[in-house]
Structure formats: C-alpha cells, structure tokens
C-alpha cells in the first residue's frame, strides 16, 4: 500500500459490531471513484435514447485510472467534450464513463463542503448553548459579593449573616495557605470540602471530573497564552470565593474553570477545522511538490488565540496529511479517548500515555463531547532526540453522521530541559484529525501543529524535525496504516495451525514477545518515564554523540545492572538500500557480532504487512565452525514505511521461545535487545522505501537517488557481579568499541568512506 492507498481493518481492540460496516467484496459504490453502466449522476445525454437496463452493470476502476482521473479533476473539475474523448483512449474507458465519473466527483466535493460548513454552524450552535447555559445557572443562583452566600435579602439573620462573611473570610486564608504549599512543598494542597456544582445542560454535560472537583485543577495546569482569564483559573485562588461574569452575576470558581476550558476546546476545535479545508489558503505546496507546509502569514492573519509570541529558541513545525482506512470513524474515536488503547496503535511513537482526568464523558452515554486531560510522551528512535511530552485537552464531536473531529492543544508548557528535564521543551496547538466514513472508508486528514526547543536537538537531526516528520502528521499516518495492516493479518488468520507449525494464538504470542522486544529496545535508546535510565557522563568517549545509559537488573541473585549504549550518525545512502542490507540472512557475518562472522538461517518467518521486511522472525547462527549454541536462538522483529524503518534482535533460549510458540505467556522471556533505526535525513525526497535493492546475489550495488539517511546502532548488554555496582574503565570501551565497530562495519560493506 502507498501512504494515501487503503488501510487494513482494525483488529480485535475496537467493537466486533463495527466490523459488519465493512462492504463484502462484491459491493460496488457510486462514489467518484467508480461507475456502471447506464444513466448516472446529476446528468444524462439529451440523445440516448438508449432504454435503461433493470440491472445496472457496475465497474470498479483501477488504482491508476483513479489517480489520472483524480489529478485531472484537480486541475480542471468540468472538461469539455474533447478533454473527456482524450482521456477515455488514454485510460480505456468509455467516453460516458468518464462523464460520468467527473459528474460524481463535483457532487462528492459539493457534499464535502457542505458537511464543513455544517460542521462550523453546530460548532458555533454548541459555544452559544454553553454560554447561554452558565448565563441561565448564574441568573438562578445570584451570590453575594460579600460573604458568598445566596443573594435573596430578608432570607437570613445577621447573625448567619456575619457568620457567612466570617466563612468568606476563612475559605480566603485557606486558599492562600494552599497556594504556599503548591509553590514551596512541590505538590497542591486541595481544600477539604469541594464546592457543590449545580446540574448543568445535560445536552453539552458540564459533568465534574473523576476527582470531584473542577478537573484540572488538581493538576495545577495553565492555559495558553491568550486565554488567560485572571485569578482564581488553573492553580491561583480568586480574593473571594466567586467572580463577576460579563452580566454581574456571580459563579464559582470551578465553574469559571470549566468554562473557560470548553473555551479552549471550541476555540481549538474552530481552529483544527479552519486547517484542515482542502483548498484552505493556510496551505502551500513545498518546494517538492508533494508535501504541505504552514503559510506562517496567512496564519497570522486569520488572527488565531494560539499564535502568541513563541519562547526564545522554540521554532515551529506544522503537516498535513490525509489518507483513507477500511476502518469505521467512530471505532478509532473509541481507541483515541482510551490511553492505553492509543498507545497500542502507534506503538512505536507513543512511549507512555495515560488519562488524567475525564471533564466530560460524552452526551447521552455517547463519545459526542467528551473532554479528557491526557498526557503522552511521544519518541523519535535516536538518542539525539529527547523525547517530548505533552499535557494536552482532547476533545472530541460528532459534527455530522458518519463524521467526528478529535483535536488536542496543550494547556501547559514543560520545564525547559536545560534546566534537569530530560524531555524537550514543547507545546500542542490545535492539532488532531477530521474522520468522514465515506463508501465503506473512512477519509482522513491529519493536521499537527507544534512549537519546540530546537536547541536541544542535534544538528543532524533538525532539518527532519522540521520538516514535520519525524512527529507530524505523515508518520502519525504511516504508523497507523502500518498497524491496521498487521491487525487485519492478525484477524484473518484461520484457527488451524500453518506452514510455521503455529496456532493463532501462537502467533499472537510471538507477536506480544516482538513488540515488547521493540520496547525494551526503544527505551534504551530515548529514554522516557515509562522505562527508568541513569544516563551516565562520561568525557572522552571515541564515539561523540554516544549516549550510555545503566539500570538495576531486578532478576536473579548478585548485583547485576542493564547496560544500554546507542549511537546516531548520517549515511550518504538511502534507507532501502542500508534497511535491505541488514535483513539480508546471508550477509549477516558483515555486521553481527553474535553471527561469529558466519551467516543466519531464518527459521520462522511470521509476516506482519505485506512490504517486504515486515516481520518476526526466529533467526540462528549458522557457525562454519559448529561451535555455535544450539539452546540460542535469536528472534528479530523488523519493519518498514515510508517514515523509518527499524530492525531489532535479541537472543532468547530455545525453551522460552517453545513455550511462545505454543501460545504460553510472553511477558516472562528475558530480553536483550539490539538493532538498528534508519531515518529519512529531512533533506531528501527518497523516503517512500518500494522494492528491493538487492540483485538477489547480496551485492547491494549503488543507490537510485541521491538521499542519505540517519542510522541509529543500539545494544543493551547485562553486567554480572560488579563490584559496588560500579562500571569499569574497560567495560566502557567495550561498549563504545562495539558500537563504534557496528557502525564502521556497515559503512565498510556499503562502500561508505
């Protein structure tokens, strides 16, 4: 599949219901894209006098006919007669065809804009109905500015009165206490007795948080700037227990909390709409001709909240993608509001995720409008990347049947890294998709939008950065078209066992050890929350830009602690060529310490898409000289799209993997993972990897293009009855000798100077 072709059904993680909304294979749309016999669109020849058949004959164009139609139509929507005669000859198709294909094509994109604009006016309906509700609660409940109670004069004494006045005074001294303790004790320290909440419009449920108070409030979260609405917001208590609304009315201050943050999701959900119009002028074709990048005027213009002045250092990077999914828009909704769910899906970006809070769950017990605190941690497979986290709001709606929008924005900006923490300094800004089921697909267009401390990352890596793919949309896509196509194998597989000998649930269990292989190695090489390192300081090291980094290994007697050392440099050759290179079995003695300079012999192949390359493997040494260990074998997981590639190996005894095999549990396989990431260099066109460079013989001749790579060399290594728990001078050198010596090996056999 190409990065905008069709996408495998999601697996087992999302309903079984959804599923039965696929089309079988006989199924024929009546979408732009197809056509049948006979009478059809918005239009009919004023001379066919031709009698219309009871059965219409339906025709499923070819892929390329689509794109020459398709990129036509972009250029010209209403060909003339001449125009329509010349591209049936050119593609093999009848002249009414491709009438007819243009006339659904126009009412497609007519419908589409139609659906956007609708999506505006409920957008707009929904901010109305919230402001209109909070105007209706304080109107019914007026406070008194003095002491906090109701104001209906001649209901109380004077004495309850001053009590009240008394009360104010309290709760007033109690925030400020809470205050010193969040700023000088590290942590919030929350009132005893939350404020009540009025039951809101349940149409737009204002619901409270999981925690019974006004959400993100526990968090000590801010807002961005331009949303800031004074004391008593996000962490700082007001002077008195309510505030004035625009009318003089009196709310409280969680009310004012959350109101202020569906401001923010409506505003960013306007925002996420306005990018992701097709013909949207905050758009411009990059200098490649393929790729979107963000016209920073046109931005500024349209006088957005979220363009506020940037931090020193940040820069900003901005995509857009869009692609299609054999896949129901409100089961991937499901999977974005469901942490562990998300992470799942985009396994390799997403280090760590989790939902802190939940503000609203939906209208009617459906996903329409909810609203959830959720914070993730998103890697780039080089240790010249630091990790970014992000403390975001995500909300989601359902602007029409068939059509949800799901957009983030960060409400507050990580401490800078220089100052001790180990993830990049980042924001959010309205960022997310737009999901249209559409003829049995669903249309995805994908926008993120970041700002980032640049200086904390390398200068290798900086023009990938930028340019919006190593954390943009394209490889948001990418991983998920990738991860569908695995699902869908997954779930095609019959419940018998096959040429490998495995049942499904075998399969499943390899699949389980080669992810969490891929875990563990990806750790080990951009460190995240999810996985603790020591990233030791060594000076003189002969490779650097290597980082090494220990932990405590918890099992098994003595001392003993986990090793990691990885390294990132440029390749003046594409990624094909070095990705085709290291799966080669038989050129494996090149590079592969653990080969003894012989070759392997591949096992068990297990596919997990359908380009070649994406798999897990069980591979073992094929030593010329017999002294191999026959109870080790190695198992490799590899794969390959157009925004990286990966290949990672372990060794793992033979009983373990028996036992995986025959769909015993994977989570008590001791691992050591090694491998390689290969990345596009942010320079080049050449980063859709199709086909196989090699000649079938292992020679791995010249590239095709001119694009370099960057090539990441990770190996993690246990150390046994240390003493004090202290690395050695020689071990160091080791280490740095084998990551060194990997590297200049795979130069050496790709002709690398």
């Not at 390329?64 to 001449?82: A, R, S, V």
């Not at 010249?384 to 995500?394: D, E, H, N, S, W």
Request: aromatic fraction near 6%.
């Amino acid at each position: 599949m190409d990065r905008n072709g069709q996408m495998g059904l999601i697996g087992e993680n999302f309903e079984s219901g959804l599923l039965g909304r696929m089309r079988e294979d006989e199924y024929e749309s009546r979408s732009g894209s197809e056509n049948f016999d006979g009478g059809s669109g918005d239009e009919l020849d004023a001379g066919d006098d031709q009698p219309r058949s009871k059965k219409k004959k339906y025709h499923r164009h070819t892929p390329q006919q689509i794109q020459e139609l398709e990129t036509f139509f972009k250029e010209c929507p209403h060909p003339d007669e001449k125009q329509r005669s010349d591209l049936s000859k050119k593609l093999g198709l009848e002249i009414k065809q491709v009438k007819f294909w243009f006339q659904n094509r126009r009412t497609q994109m007519k419908t589409q804009m139609e659906r956007h604009e609708n999506m505006i006016l409920k957008q707009e309906n929904d901010k109305l109905r919230a402001e209109n509700s909070l105007m209706k609660d304080a109107m019914a409940n007026p406070i008194c500015s003095s002491c906090g109670g109701p104001a209906i004069p001649g209901q109380i004494s004077m004495e309850e009165h001053q009590i009240r006045i008394e009360n104010a005074r309290l709760k007033e001294e109690l925030s400020r206490v809470c205050t010193l303790s969040n700023k000088f004790l590290g942590r919030p320290l929350s009132p005893l007795a939350p404020i009540s909440m009025q039951t809101q419009n349940p149409g737009l449920d204002f619901g409270m948080g999981r925690n019974g108070v006004g959400c993100p409030s526990n968090f000590n979260m801010s807002l961005p700037m331009g949303f800031d609405m004074g004391d008593g917001v996000m962490g700082t208590p007001p002077p008195y227990p309510g505030s004035r609304t625009p009318m003089g009315m009196m709310v409280n201050d969680a009310q004012q909390e959350r109101s202020m943050l569906y401001e923010l999701a409506f505003a960013a959900m306007d925002e996420l709409i306005k990018m992701s119009q097709p013909d949207s002028p905050l758009w411009i074709k990059a200098s490649d001709g393929t790729t979107e990048v963000l016209n920073h005027e046109e931005y500024a213009r349209i006088g957005s909240p979220f363009n506020d002045p940037k931090p020193t250092g940040f820069v900003t990077e901005a995509s857009r993608e869009t692609g299609q999914l054999f896949i129901s828009s409100a089961a991937l909704v499901g999977t974005m509001l469901d942490a562990d769910r998300w992470a799942e899906m985009f396994p390799c970006m997403i280090a760590r995720a989790q939902t802190l809070d939940v503000i609203s769950n939906g209208m009617d017990g459906s996903r329409n409008g909810s609203i959830q605190v959720m914070q993730a941690e998103i890697q780039l497979p080089s240790p010249l990347v630091p990790v970014r986290q992000y403390t975001f709001l995500r909300y989601c709606k359902q602007h029409a049947e068939g059509v949800w929008v799901v957009v983030d924005v960060s409400i507050d900006i990580n401490a800078n890294s220089a100052n001790g923490n180990p993830f990049m300094s980042c924001k959010r800004l309205p960022s997310g998709c737009i999901l249209q089921d559409m003829n049995g697909f669903c249309n995805v267009t994908w926008v993120d939008h970041s700002q980032y401390d640049e200086s904390v990352v390398h200068q290798n890596f900086r023009p990938l950065v930028n340019s919006g793919t190593a954390f943009g949309a394209h490889r948001w896509l990418a991983t998920l078209q990738r991860q569908c196509e695995l699902l869908a194998i997954v779930m095609s597989s019959l419940p018998t066992e096959d040429a490998t000998g495995m049942s499904p649930a075998g399969k499943g269990s390899m699949l389980k050890l080669a992810q969490k292989m891929s875990d563990y190695f990806l750790s080990g090489i951009c460190p995240s929350s999810a996985c603790k390192w020591d990233l030791l300081h060594i000076g003189n090291m002969g490779s650097g830009d290597m980082k090494i980094m220990s932990r405590k290994h918890m099992d098994g007697p003595g001392e003993c602690i986990v090793l990691s050392a990885s390294s990132s440099v440029w390749m003046p050759v594409s990624r094909q060529r070095v990705f085709d290179f290291l799966i080669e079995t038989r050129m494996r003695g090149e590079w592969d310490a653990l080969s003894n300079g012989g070759t392997m012999l591949e096992m068990v192949h297990i596919a997990k898409g359908q380009a070649l390359g994406n798999s897990v493997s069980i591979l073992r040494a094929n030593n010329a000289d017999g002294n191999g260990n026959e109870a080790m074998l190695y198992l490799q997981d590899s794969w390959t799209d157009s925004s990286g590639s990966m290949i990672v190996y372990s060794p793992v005894s033979v009983q373990s993997l028996k036992a995986v095999m025959g769909g015993g549990d994977s989570s008590f396989v001791a691992l050591l993972p090694c491998g390689f990431s290969i990345l596009p260099d942010g320079h080049s066109n050449g980063n859709n990897i199709m086909g196989d460079s090699s000649d079938g013989s292992g020679n791995f001749g010249a590239d095709t293009d001119n694009s370099g790579c960057l090539l990441t060399v990770g190996v993690q290594m246990l150390l046994k009855d240390l003493p004090t728990g202290k690395l050695t001078k020689e071990t160091l050198d080791t280490v740095d000798s084998l990551v060194g010596g990997t590297i200049q090996k795979v130069k050496d056999a790709l002709g690398v100077a």
